[in-house]
């Protein structure tokens, strides 16, 4: 446990050079641990290390860490696909979903959202290197995606999240963290002042300064905050 305050310690202090290099506040950049994989513990740890925003990729996994830290202060934001017959227990248990692929999933989290809860913070997913075996919505669905889901009531459309393809050279990753808020961009042209997306969800433990970079308002971290992830959990 020395260890992981060890690594947020790290990591908060390459979130600092990083937004000082982008001439931004790092107040501007949520650190957002991703916890699939990890233990109870491991996450009451991260919180008493000051971390308050968890991701989870796999429900069944987060909805018993969800219900065994009840007590703590926790903002739990799913990051992982998303099958249709889940959205239910998405929207009743999580204040951020980053991985919305399908208009039919936002619909159905629209509908499943409690209407004592505030709504739904929400981005999309966008497939930005075009790759057959990723999710997301392909750019140029975007527009009129966002259009029909920036109509639901229970959510609130924040931004974009993306996952790129590796690529080791810094002034490589920035492309298409580039690209995406590029698309951000464009987006909130169509949309009313009140409606702007205000979130980019990119960056991970390997490229996260060039996501800082690019205008990333999100990073969404794991292994650098909680070490290597043995390849049998989840
Ligand atoms: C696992 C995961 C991360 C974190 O990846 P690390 O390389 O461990 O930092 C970020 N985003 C998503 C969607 C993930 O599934």
Not at 177 to 201: V, Y
Request: with cysteine; aromatic share 4%.
């Amino acid at each position: 446990m020395q260890d992981q305050s060890n690594r947020i310690a790290a990591l908060r202090s390459r979130l600092k050079v990083a937004a000082a290099e982008a001439q931004r506040p790092v107040s501007e950049v949520t650190l957002l641990a991703v916890s699939k994989t990890r233990t109870s513990e491991q996450v009451t740890q991260a919180n008493v290390s000051g971390l308050t925003s968890f991701g989870e990729n796999y429900l069944q996994e987060a909805l018993k860490k969800v219900s065994a830290l009840k007590t703590l202060i926790l903002d739990w934001h799913f990051i992982g696909p998303i099958q249709s017959n889940k959205t239910r227990q998405i929207a009743e248990h999580f204040s951020w979903v980053h991985s919305v692929d399908r208009l039919k999933i936002a619909q159905r989290l629209s509908a499943q959202r409690p209407t004592n809860m505030p709504p739904l913070n929400i981005c999309l997913q966008v497939n930005i290197d075009d790759e057959p075996t990723k999710a997301g919505f392909e750019p140029s669905d975007l527009l009129t995606v966002v259009s029909e889901i920036a109509r639901l009531p229970n959510l609130r459309l924040r931004g974009l999240m993306a996952m790129p393809e590796a690529r080791k050279d810094k002034q490589e990753q920035r492309i298409p963290f580039r690209q995406l808020r590029k698309l951000r961009d464009e987006i909130n042209q169509s949309l009313d002042n009140s409606q702007k997306l205000d979130t980019l969800s990119m960056g991970m433990s390997a490229d996260l300064e060039a996501a800082i970079l690019e205008g990333a308002t999100i990073v969404r971290v794991g292994t650098d905050i909680f070490g290597p992830r043995s390849t049998t959990a989840g």
